[in-house]
């Protein structure tokens, strides 16, 4: 971490920031779209604003990529829980966009370009990076939901089992883990470099369906569909497989990353984890109508026996939709 100047910064539990957003930005232009917040810090706080230090953490993959909003400002809420005994907390996004592999590879050199990314366990990968063992989502993002050509709705509507998915293809980025669970229950797998990329393949037929999390699918296809007509959100079928999500900190950031896991703890102990969640999540649980979907669940390869059975846990918890 860094030491800031004395800026204020929107809160970062603030309302969403705009789908416009440029995916790389000026410090400026961080500020005017609520990117970077100081944990902690109120509107008279700039004496402590200038005694902050900077977390940079993964900034936006494309301007339409809002898939991290949440755990971005989960993270300024838990370290608004130690602010008090530990201080002021500014967070800033990377300079440039990066993809996994090369945030964690960020994380190794540990120089300072980004302290804090998030991801899924992984076997495959070989990191220093120090992991915050908490799951950020409670077990959302391992339910998904696909992205499909509309003109293949037809075909879809008669698959019922892991067997009949299997005829099908599915569409993943490289280097995600959720390729290892997808050729671990036996689907075909075509990996697309370039985030953007994976819904223009899409619909160009290089692959047939691109599962996304419950809370992702919706933000990523409502600002997509004027531009792309035929995407659709498939409407039958939920797969599901144990996906925690969560924070690793670059090795010289032990004390942050013990001081976030201790905010976490307590905000999953007072109610407002749960309360984060369904605030972020709820309208999507709810529009998704999961009851009503076939569940189709996959194994994990990255996880032991009794993380696989945490997904059923999950499915408990975000099948009854709260009404918040």
């Known amino acids: 971490m860094t030491h800031c100047g004395a800026h204020r910064?929107?809160?970062p539990m603030s309302p969403p920031f705009p789908s416009f957003?440029?995916?790389?930005?000026?410090?400026?232009?961080?500020?005017?779209?609520?990117?970077?917040?100081l944990a902690g810090v109120t509107s008279g706080g700039t004496a402590r604003a200038a005694e902050a230090v900077v977390l940079r953490y993964p900034a936006p993959q494309s301007p339409l990529d809002r898939r991290s909003l949440d755990i971005v400002q989960l993270l300024g809420a838990a370290?608004?829980?130690?602010?008090?005994?530990?201080?002021?907390?500014?967070?800033?996004?990377?300079?440039?966009?990066?993809?996994?592999?090369?945030?964690f590879a960020e994380l190794n050199m540990d120089r300072g370009l980004l302290h804090v990314a998030w991801a899924t366990p992984s076997t495959q990968r070989k990191t220093r990076a120090l992991p915050v063992r908490f799951d950020l989502r409670r077990g959302l993002l391992g339910m998904r939901v696909a992205l499909v050509d509309q003109r293949l709705l037809p075909a879809l509507a008669r698959v019922?089992?892991?067997?009949?998915?299997?005829?099908?293809?599915?569409?993943?980025?490289?280097?995600?883990?959720?390729?290892?669970?997808?050729?671990?229950?036996?689907?075909?797998?075509f990996t697309v470099s370039g985030y953007e990329n994976l819904f223009r393949m899409l619909l160009a037929g290089r692959f047939d369906l691109f599962p996304?999390?419950?809370?992702?699918?919706?933000?990523?296809?409502?600002?997509?569909?004027?531009?792309?007509?035929?995407?659709?959100?498939?409407?039958?079928?939920?797969?599901?497989?144990?996906?925690?999500?969560?924070?690793?900190?670059?090795?010289?950031q032990a004390a942050l990353a013990a001081?976030?896991?201790?905010?976490?703890?307590?905000?999953?102990?007072?109610?407002?984890?749960?309360?984060?969640l369904w605030?972020?999540?709820?309208?999507?649980?709810?529009?998704?109508?999961?009851?009503?979907?076939?569940?189709?669940?996959l194994r994990n390869p990255n996880l032991s026996p009794d993380e696989q059975r945490e997904i059923e846990a999950s499915l408990a918890y975000w099948m009854k939709p709260r009404q918040r």
Request: hydrophobic share 35%; proline share 9%; charged share 25%.
């Open 279 to 297: 605030r972020h999540h709820g309208p999507a649980v709810r529009r998704a109508r999961l009851a009503e979907r076939r569940v189709l669940r």
């Open 212 to 252: 996304r999390g419950v809370g992702e699918v919706f933000d990523e296809f409502d600002p997509r569909r004027a531009d792309m007509p035929r995407l659709a959100v498939e409407p039958r079928l939920l797969l599901a497989y144990p996906f925690p999500y969560q924070y690793y900190f670059a090795p010289s």
């Open 160 to 189: 019922n089992n892991l067997e009949g998915l299997r005829r099908f293809t599915i569409g993943q980025g490289q280097a995600w883990p959720d390729v290892d669970v997808c050729k671990a229950n036996g689907l075909t797998v």
């Open 79 to 103: 370290l608004r829980r130690t602010e008090a005994s530990d201080g002021p907390v500014l967070l800033e996004p990377s300079h440039e966009p990066l993809t996994e592999p090369r945030q």
């Open 21 to 37: 957003l440029p995916a790389a930005v000026s410090r400026r232009q961080c500020l005017q779209f609520g990117l970077t917040g």
């Open 9 to 11: 910064a929107p809160d």
């Open 259 to 276: 001081r976030v896991e201790r905010g976490l703890l307590a905000m999953r102990a007072d109610g407002s984890f749960d309360a984060h």
